[in-house]
């Protein structure tokens, strides 16, 4: 859990339910995000009191009005860096982050990368529903390439960010990825994410019913995703598909999907994952992995520990206050050359 000074009371519910009308447009899957998420915190056992949920500007930047905790409406693309100041001057809240593609793979991208590089132990639930939905449909940093929007009548001519690329790439400590049509899977990650002592990135494949409905829908459909993603849980074999009869090997450096029992192939041959391996190498490969020649990695694909920022940054305060004489105003006031009241000075 996140540090926490208060005392614990449990949280109910429906205590995080805030007396504001949710603004989302039916259907969204922002309304199953932030019913997870009132789900997951209940479970912490942190004081409604000590948490924090700070945005940026998009539809997912909505989200601070709608959980009655404290709460912070930033300007685009700065809610990182408004959490990371929030953070340092009371390490002991629970700072999450809320923010979209757009938010914070744009103009957002350079606080995203460095509040992750930093290491600053608070939580980025990462809204990815592949456009610019408040603004009424242009193409985002993660749009696929060659997608009609409004913005490229006649197709997108860029190459789309992978949100989990940037994190490996920024020496991440932990990166996770979910649907929003899975509050199951989603909670099990949030508390994780607020367990992880160091910046958490969640990416949630989320779908905009207006401008890019069922654009993830060769992952989450009911009826193709049990082959098309591979829910990782570190320690078990990445083991998937609807009969759970395929699995991932490692052959040439390159993952390869395989059926269990064909060619001898049995659940020994199958690579076991291991969120918490210190290299990152394997975790980006996973990352990486896409329709349709491997499936979608789910879940905790990155949980390792490294030093946390505002700790370190406390930890030199502490000694460099011990080394010096300044202890107080009235110390520095009185110290150097300076002039009494009688006019005299002294030294």
């Known amino acids: 859990m996140k540090e926490n000074t208060g005392t614990y009371n449990v949280i109910n519910t429906l205590d995080l339910k ?62 990182a860096a408004i959490a990371s100041g929030i953070k340092m001057s009371n390490p002991g809240l629970s700072v999450w982050v809320v923010t979209g593609d757009g938010d914070s793979m744009a103009i957002g991208g350079n ?34 390439k060659g997608s009609i929007t409004k913005t490229s009548p006649d197709g997108t001519i860029e190459n789309p960010f992978k949100p989990g690329e940037l994190v490996m790439g920024a020496q991440g400590t932990f990166f996770a990825r979910v649907i929003d049509t899975d509050p199951r ?46 829910y990782l849980k570190h320690g078990e074999p990445m083991i998937f598909g609807k009969n759970r009869d395929k699995g991932l090997i490692m052959k040439n450096n390159h993952f390869e999907v395989v059926i269990l029992g064909q060619d001898g192939i049995t659940e020994k041959d199958v690579l076991v994952h291991n969120a918490h391996d210190k290299e990152s190498g394997i975790h980006y490969n996973l990352v990486r992995m896409s329709l349709p020649d491997l499936p979608v990695a789910m879940g905790i694909i990155r949980d390792v520990e490294n030093n946390v920022y505002e700790t370190l940054l406390f930890d030199k305060i502490r000694n460099a206050k011990a080394k010096s004489n300044i202890k107080n105003v009235d110390d520095l006031l009185k110290s150097g050359n300076v002039f009494n009241i009688n006019g005299s000075q002294s030294s």
């Open 18 to 79: 805030s007396d504001t009308a949710v603004k989302w447009c039916a259907g969204c899957g922002a309304h199953a995000i932030l019913s997870t998420v009132r789900n997951a915190i209940s479970e912490t056992n942190i004081n409604k009191e000590d948490i924090v949920f700070v945005s940026g500007i998009g539809c997912s930047s909505r989200f601070p009005y709608y959980i009655n905790t404290y709460g912070f409406h930033g300007l685009h693309g700065r809610a």
């Open 111 to 144: 606080h995203f990368i460095h509040v992750i590089r930093r290491n600053i132990d608070l939580s980025i639930l990462l809204f990815n529903n592949q456009i610019y939905a408040l603004t009424k449909g242009q193409y985002s940093p993660t749009t696929p």
């Open 185 to 230: 899977m989603m909670k099990e990650v949030f508390i994780e994410a607020d367990k992880h002592k160091g910046t958490a990135v969640v990416e949630i494949l989320q779908n905009c019913v207006i401008f890019n409905d069922d654009v993830h829908r060769k992952i989450t459909g009911k009826d193709v995703r049990l082959d098309n993603q591979i």
